[in-house]
T-cell receptor, first 110, second 113 residues
Framework: SQQGEEDPQALSIQEGENATMNCSYK?????LQWYRQNSGRGLVHLIL?????REKHSGRLRVTLDTSKKSSSLLITASRAADTASYFC??????????FGGGTRLMVKP | EAQVTQNPRYLITVTGKKLTVTCSQN?????MSWYRQDPGLGLRQIYY???????DKGDVPEGYKVSRKEKRNFPLILESPSPNQTSLYFC????????????FGPGTRLTVT
């Protein structure tokens, strides 16, 4: 199994701004998943993008995947204070365990 | 409502006193796992189970035991807890291994003094 590496480790923005987080991984994948964790709570699945997809949207979330660069990005548009959380990417390969990196800590200031 | 539950949510105990953290899911998932989360170290997998009576070690299994006697339950057992097991623990379940979405429990904050 492999874990993704999120970048930056921490991000602080004003409410209404967009937040972009990046994820890099090392080996081929079936899909890549993004999760959110509010402080001290369990991770919540946000979005899954398959290896044959390049972009996916869900509400204010936009995820891109570039398998040639082994990277993904998560864009949160028009951020809100409630988006304050840690965000994790999880590159997924069939038959392997899902593992998580250290995440990006996003702070959205009102 | 589809969910993963853990009990207790908070626990303070002393070194050496055996404890069990329960985990239950109501989604008929085959795959369940336990993670611990520590500052600066991210989420690390302790044990996982691909089905009843099938368990395997994750990245940090030392000091922990698990059992999977029923599909819905996957308790985490600390036979002789030590202070370095103070951590935030999460149980998770999914329909299968990595390519499926995982559902996480609310977490158990354990302090071992």
């Amino acid at each position: 199994s492999q874990q993704g590496e999120e970048d930056p480790q921490a991000l602080s923005i004003q409410e209404g701004e967009n937040a972009t987080m990046n994820c890099s991984y090392k080996t081929s994948i079936n899909n890549l998943q993004w999760y959110r964790q509010n402080s001290g709570r369990g991770l919540v699945h946000l979005i899954l993008i398959r290896s044959n997809e390049r972009e996916k949207h869900s509400g204010r979330l936009r995820v891109t995947l570039d398998t040639s660069k082994k990277s993904s990005s998560l864009l949160i548009t028009a951020s809100r204070a409630a988006d304050t959380a840690s965000y994790f990417c999880a590159p997924a390969s069939a038959g392997n365990m899902l593992t998580f990196g250290g995440g990006t800590r996003l702070m959205v200031k009102p | 409502e589809a969910q993963v539950t853990q009990n207790p949510r908070y626990l303070i105990t002393v070194t050496g006193k055996k404890l069990t953290v329960t985990c239950s899911q109501n989604m008929n998932h085959e795959y369940m796992s336990w993670y611990r989360q520590d500052p600066g170290l991210g989420l690390r997998q302790i044990y996982y189970s691909m089905n009843v009576e099938v368990t395997d070690k994750g990245d940090v299994p030392e000091g922990y035991k698990v059992s999977r006697k029923e599909k819905r339950n996957f308790p985490l057992i600390l036979e002789s807890p030590s202070p370095n097991q103070t951590s935030l623990y999460f149980c998770a379940s999914s329909s299968g291994l990595a390519i499926y979405e995982q559902y996480f429990g609310p977490g158990t904050r354990l302090t071992v003094t």
